[in-house]
């Protein structure tokens, strides 16, 4: 048996409006997790699909078994933001092209490529997930305490099951593919993807939310797009679609640089996130689930 619980949960959206700056505190912020939201829906969808399609070729009962429970809390995640969306949908009804137009590229990249890629994919993608999620998760005081409690509770939630289940796309890639080198090599293109899509959403934002509820340029987490605007708003000062403050602006060094060096330590040959570092706040997490 696989050691993962899937939890369904739900953070009652529908019961008032959801602000786009979920965060006060931190408007960068609140639009980058904003567009997470919206490429958690595609990419889990993908994942349920490809996990869905990869079942046949499944012959170990102790992957078929992970698969199961990995492919499960990754549905409930895409449930439960696309729950997050919808509310944003609600009060910035354009946004309903931004989600189509994200899971368009999800639903490309299905047709597009082999199954192969699309394991190489999430294995690839979710290694990422537990150095990213422990910088947040370690600053869960200024990241999430100030914010929202439904959307707060959400992301900490997601994080620490992506936490839970590091090892899972892993495991299934080793099992089905085999392949490390083929993994390490698809990284930059798969890579370049998952930035191409949150771009699709945040340039969504920048069109479809009102400048004075979004409070910033939601295209600042962009370094490229940081530098061109600098340049044209010296020349012409309103084509600014906001100020451009970094989500992690507030954040040490140190720990972002720690994050950086297990990003690319997650993308090398027989990378093992069993021993990761784990964020604290995961272990509280489940004790208090578990507590009720
Ligand atoms: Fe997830
Ligand atoms: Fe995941």
New binding site residues.
């Given amino acids: 048996m696989s050691d993962l619980h899937p939890r369904k949960m739900d953070f009652a959206f529908e019961e008032r409006d959801v602000p786009f700056v979920w965060n006060p505190d931190n408007p960068a912020w609140s639009s980058m997790s904003n567009a997470i939201s919206f490429l958690a829906v595609g990419f889990?969808k993908m994942?349920v699909k490809a996990i869905m399609q990869a079942k046949p070729r499944m012959t170990d009962p102790k992957v078929a078994d992970e698969a199961a429970a990995?492919m499960r809390?990754?549905g409930h995640?895409s449930a439960a933001h696309r729950q997050h969306v919808k509310a944003l949908i609600n009060r910035y009804p354009g946004l309903q092209n931004t989600l189509d137009a994200v899971i368009g590229e999800y639903d490309l990249l299905a047709e597009a490529t082999s199954l192969d890629y699309r394991l190489a994919y999430t294995a690839d993608l979710?290694a990422t997930?537990t150095p990213v999620f422990k910088l947040m998760l370690d600053n869960d005081a200024t990241l999430f305490r100030p914010g929202d409690d439904r959307v707060a509770s959400l992301f900490i939630w997601h994080f620490v099951?992506?936490v839970e289940?590091r090892s899972?796309?892993l495991i299934i890639f080793n099992s089905l593919v085999g392949s490390e080198l083929y993994r390490t090599r698809m990284a930059p293109s798969i890579f370049t993807h998952v930035m191409k899509v949150m771009r699709i959403a945040s340039a969504g934002f920048n069109l479809h939310v009102p400048m004075k509820d979004r409070k910033v340029d939601a295209m600042s987490m962009f370094a490229t797009h940081r530098a061109k605007q600098k340049v044209l708003t010296s020349f012409a000062p309103y084509l600014s679609k906001g100020i451009m403050p970094r989500a992690f602006d507030g954040l040490g060094r140190g720990e972002q640089f720690t994050a950086l060096a297990g990003i690319i330590r997650s993308q090398m040959p027989h990378h093992d996130p069993s021993h990761e570092k784990l964020p604290a706040l995961a272990d509280e997490w489940f004790a208090r689930y578990d507590a009720g």
């Fill in positions: 889990e994942i990995f809390q990754e995640h979710e997930f099951e992506e289940h899972s796309a």
